[in-house]
């Protein structure tokens, strides 16, 4: 079964903290999404990995093949980093992306 | 710069009458996706066009359907909308290339309303 798993569910952090938002996904995922929502609004793509890292100002997204576990960090957490924070796999050979179910990010001030 | 761009942001019909949700597209990317995102859940992939051609999920309901006249645009169609559809829809776009994972990019979605 094709599945990706997110955790904490919720998290609740003080500005300034370092966040670290996990993602485990099953085989036959080819590469990861890292997305992010805000309350009613639409989904930005932050990143998308295969293998390796990624750096983009305070965010940076890893990925472990091996143990199929792929991160996402925010340092200096901000209040407007307050979102829900999706990890997606997309399937090999295939177009469908598979969903976890979002971590709720709370920083506040 | 918006990218993919969908409208209206909020639309409200009613019951029963045919809504089309719009999506416009400035990357020149040749994939197209419509998802559906409902209250506290992650969003579900409807159909996605490769170029022309048309994908449908299995498990689509028949009442939805999508056109892509050309690269840039793409519709959802809702022929008779009941109150389950109610929900965000999400538009996306990406550019497949062989053998290469390439990022989805996502439009702000549209907000529907069933009266």
Sequence with gaps: KNEVEQSPQNLTAQEGEFITINCSYSVGISALHWLQQHPGGGIVSLFMLSSGKKKHGRLIATINIQEKHSSLHITASHPRDSAVYICAGRLGGSEKLVFGKGTKLTVNP | ?115
């Excluded at chain 2, 597209?25 to 209250?39: A, E, F, G």
């Excluded at chain 2, 992650?42 to 999508?66: G, I, M, R, V, W």
């Design chain 2, 1 to 115: 710069d918006a990218m993919v761009i969908q409208n209206p942001r909020y639309q409200v019909t009613q019951f029963g009458k045919p809504v089309t949700l719009s999506c416009s597209q400035t990357l020149n990317h040749n994939v197209m996706y419509w998802y559906q995102q409902k209250s506290s859940q992650a969003p579900k992939l409807l159909f996605h066009y490769y170029d022309k051609d048309f994908n449908n999920e299995a498990d689509t309901p028949d009442n939805f359907q999508s056109r892509r006249p050309n690269t840039s645009f793409c519709f959802l169609d809702i022929r008779s909308p009941g109150l389950g559809d109610a929900a965000m829809y999400l538009c996306a776009t990406s550019n497949r290339h062989k053998n290469s994972n390439q990022p989805q990019h996502f439009g702000d979605g549209t907000r529907l309303s069933i009266l």
